[in-house]
Antibody
Framework: EVQVVESGGGLIQPGGSLRLSCAASGFTVSSSYMNWVRQAPGKGLEWVSL???????YYADSVKGRFTISRDSSKNTLYLQMNSLRVEDTAVYYC????????????WGQGTLVTVSS | QLVLTQSPSASASLGASVKLTCTLS???????IAWHQQQPEKGPRYLMK???????TKGDGIPDRFSGSSSGAERYLIISSLQSEDEADYYC?????????FGGGTKLTVL
């Protein structure tokens, strides 16, 4: 069974850093297209970042230069390093695996809450 | 620019049918999309991938009550025999190289 489980969220002050993890089972992270998606309180879904199976990475303009997506094949885990955090980064962050024919999100995690506040 | 447009809200009665719409921006009318459901206080769940010709493939365990269709730049999610647990937010999603895009979501109320 395909499963992804996020962790690492918490309360952090503006300007701080946090690393989110997404532990995968039932598939190989390095062979998949993997994404981070966030949802601010009471708002819709916002795509954040994508890593291809080739290792190419992509970011939404709102996080470019501050966030870094990566993966560890030995741990079958996806990461999101978030630096220079802002109040507007407060959201539930979801990890999502794309389908084998790529493009659409087929498997979602339950999310981890990041709160940026002083 | 690739944009998906959804109505903010919709409502229908228990046992009835409802058709939710997602509209692709100009120049992108042949794009496939996906539909996702988000029940209150839960993470999103993949419902289906929907092509421009109306062909759709559903996720594991998605009931037959959920179907999709297409017309031009519009993509539809049809839910028949509405049940209380169908009350949720519904998002359409599409993609190009290096970018993933969500619609603003439609909040469905089951009366």
């Amino acid at each position: 069974e395909v499963q992804v489980v996020e962790s690492g969220g918490g309360l952090i002050q503006p300007g701080g850093s946090l690393r989110l993890s997404c532990a995968a089972s039932g598939f190989t992270v390095s062979s998949s297209y993997m994404n981070w998606v966030r949802q601010a309180p009471g708002k819709g879904l916002e795509w954040v970042s994508l890593i291809y199976n080739s290792g190419s990475t992509y970011y939404a303009d709102s996080v470019k230069g501050r966030f870094t997506i990566s993966r560890d094949s030995s741990k079958n885990t996806l990461y999101l390093q978030m630096n220079s955090l802002r109040v507007e980064d407060t959201a539930v962050y979801y990890c999502a695996r794309e389908s084998d024919d790529f493009g659409h999100f087929q498997h979602w995690g339950q999310g981890t809450l990041v709160t940026v506040s002083s | 620019q690739l944009v998906l447009t959804q109505s903010p809200s919709a409502s229908a009665s228990l046992g009835a049918s409802v058709k939710l719409t997602c509209t692709l921006s100009s120049g992108h009318s042949n794009y496939a999309i996906a539909w996702h459901q988000q029940q209150p206080e839960k993470g999103p769940r993949y419902l289906m991938k929907l092509n421009s010709d109306g062909y759709h493939t559903k996720g594991d365990g998605i009931p037959d009550r959920f179907s999709g269709s297409s017309s031009g730049a519009e993509r539809y999610l049809i839910i028949s025999s509405l049940q209380s647990e169908d009350e949720a937010d519904y998002y359409c999603q599409t993609w190009v190289t290096g970018i993933r895009v969500f619609g603003g979501g439609t909040k469905l109320t089951v009366l």
